[in-house]
């Protein structure tokens, strides 16, 4: 019994440390605001040169689709995105930069893809489209290329707090069977390499976005769950609240820095 | 969708050189890939892609397995009047795309 006692103190206290440590390291492995960096920065001249250019990025053909979509009537309500929201060159300029944002209703922060299935079911009486699905992307991708070259702004007050407050902590927490947290790459070593691939400072300005290794467009989501699944941990499903919890600290973190949808990488 | 685009300059110089980018959306399955249940996914690509300025082929190309996802093929030629340049496409399962695209010259 005496044993049992002087045991647990010594292990509290250890944890106790440990948290320390844990936090001090946290705290001095938040990138500076002026050294962030888009990967864009740390991408060849040909792949940079195949971003910039519309007429190669082929991202062009997924805003074209969308385009396409926004203006095409769907579900029983027999609505357009265009009969609510006119021309979205107008009406969803910076919309992107702002998301994800605090949905009222439904009490939580919601993104992109999220946003516009809702605006489906609850405006066009329409199913919603699958994520990751061609339409979705496309229709996501439309919308955010009219934020384009406009700072992220995320706006965190008492409704959001606790929500970034998650994303922050699945930033930092170790996890997977490679015991890695997602700071150990992205904030601790950035810039160097892993296998023959240069680690960015991971700030999701670019989505969806075209990846020459996908060979098609994705969604950060999609990019989460290829993290995950590099360290060894199970990814969340997508749509997860605790996807959008992580998008909306990761766009926070990312807060000022000019959005390139769609983006190209490697 | 079967999505393509050309992008020429809108007018050029009699004589000059001019670049024409052009993008396709297409899956390119080589045919070479299996299923997780081991079956062959059948190939599907684009086979043949030509460029038409007013009327006479200036550019051809057969493509094969183990051209990307949504090839670009971009190329030079000579402004030699106004008029239209098309580009088609052409592949597997019926696959065929034509775009055009208007350059004025003077």
Redesign the interface.
Known sequence: MSVRIGVRPCLALAAACILLEFAKAGAAAEIPLAERRSGYDLMGRETRA?QD????N?G??WV??GE?LWNAKAGSAGRACSSCHGDARASMKGVAARYPAFDAARRRPVNLEERINFCRADRQKAPPLAFEGKDLLALSAYVARQSRGLPSEIAIDERTKPFLDAGRETFYRRQGQLNLACTQCHNDNWGKKLAGSIIPQAHPTGYPLYR?EW??LGSLQRRLRNCFVGMRAEPYAYGAPEFVDLELYLMWRARGMKLETPAVRP | ?A?A?V?VPAQARRGEIIEI?T?A?H??ETGFRRTQLGELIPRDIIRRFVCIYNGAEIFRVDLHPAV???P?I?FTTVATESGTIECQWAGDNGYAVTETALIRVE
């Not at chain 1, 250019?53 to 190669?56: F, K, L, Q």
């Open positions: 195949m250019d519309d007429a190669t082929p062009t053909l074209l689709d396409a020459l060979q098609g | 969708m999505r685009i992008n980018k993008l959306a899956s390119m990307a996802a949504n670009l971009a």
